[in-house]
């Protein structure tokens, strides 16, 4: 994931993308807010994630439930 900022060049994106897409990574690219509240919760979430995978925890139900439905 990279985040963008608003001083990013379209220049300094492409070259980071081609950076690490040459490492054989898959790049997914972000805005953000001043603070970099959105990369800071997407990297949270992730965090999170890889934890349970760690410990084994069985992955969530989905649910055909519309939220707000009964």
Do not use: H, N, Y
């Not at 994931?1 to 690490?20: D, H």
């Not at 965090?47 to 992955?59: K, N």
């Amino acid at each position: 994931m990279l985040s963008t900022g608003g001083r990013t060049s379209p220049e300094s994106l492409a070259e980071a993308v081609g950076l690490f897409q040459s490492l054989g990574k898959q790049v997914s690219v972000i805005g953000d807010v001043p603070g970099m509240i959105v990369a800071r919760t997407v990297a949270m979430l992730a965090d999170l994630a890889a934890d349970a995978v760690d410990r084994g925890s069985p992955p969530p139900r989905t649910s055909t439930r519309r939220c707000g439905s009964a």
